[in-house]
């Protein structure tokens, strides 16, 4: 019996290691430069503006990390909020606004927080989830407010709510768990390098 479950352990890793590895290798060119683009577009919006962040359930907790420690890096020297996650939870929703829909809730949100040269920034791992992102999305394009993407493969609904000038990074994986641990480390990658930004604009030579 121990051995069935060590052997279990071992191909359950190495199927997640070798899935983790696609969803990264098997990414072509385009994401990986997007991934650049998306970063440089964060930029623009700092420190004067914020980055608003909307994720799926699963990635919530995602979006809620990078605000954490995006905040943390700039707020002692901008003095003010840089980034700030709008809330999906649907019974908390349903509480605040009990006349309107998951979709019309979020747009209700993100029109509270957004201003000129804020950029917005949406993790999605189903399309199920992502459907509910459609009036938050229009309403973006309306203000001609950038939306940087990061969604799965498989997640077309999200491929046609975007537009051509909307920056998409498409993850190649078939494991909910690898999804969030690559976005994980994007999320790390964006927050470096707009810290490190952020402390070369802060630099003063004399």
Do not use: W
Request: charged letters at 15%; proline letters at 2%.
């Amino acid at each position: 019996m121990t051995d069935n479950i060590q052997q279990y352990f071992e191909s359950t890793i190495s199927r997640c290691l070798e899935d983790t590895m696609t969803a990264v290798t098997s990414v072509p060119q385009e994401a990986l430069e997007n991934m650049e683009t998306a970063a440089a577009v964060m930029s623009l919006s700092l420190p004067g503006n914020k980055i608003i962040c909307l994720g799926s359930s699963l990635c919530q907790p995602l979006c809620s990390i990078f605000t954490q420690v995006l905040n943390s890096n700039h707020m002692y020297t901008t003095q003010k909020i840089n980034a700030v996650t709008l809330n999906n939870d649907a019974v908390q929703m349903n509480h605040l606004y009990p006349n309107l829909g998951i979709e019309e809730s979020l747009k209700v949100q993100f029109d509270s927080v957004v201003k000129m040269n804020d950029c917005l920034m949406i993790i999605s791992d189903n399309a199920n989830e992502s459907q509910n992102f459609l009036s938050v999305i229009q309403y973006a394009h309306e203000c001609q407010i950038p939306i940087i993407a990061i969604n799965h493969l498989h997640d077309n609904v999200m491929k046609d709510l975007l537009n051509e000038d909307d920056i998409q990074i498409v993850l190649h994986t078939q494991n909910a768990a690898n999804f969030t641990e690559v976005v994980l480390v994007i999320l790390n990658v964006f927050n470096v390098f707009l810290r490190d930004i952020g402390n070369q604009d802060n630099t003063v030579t004399y």
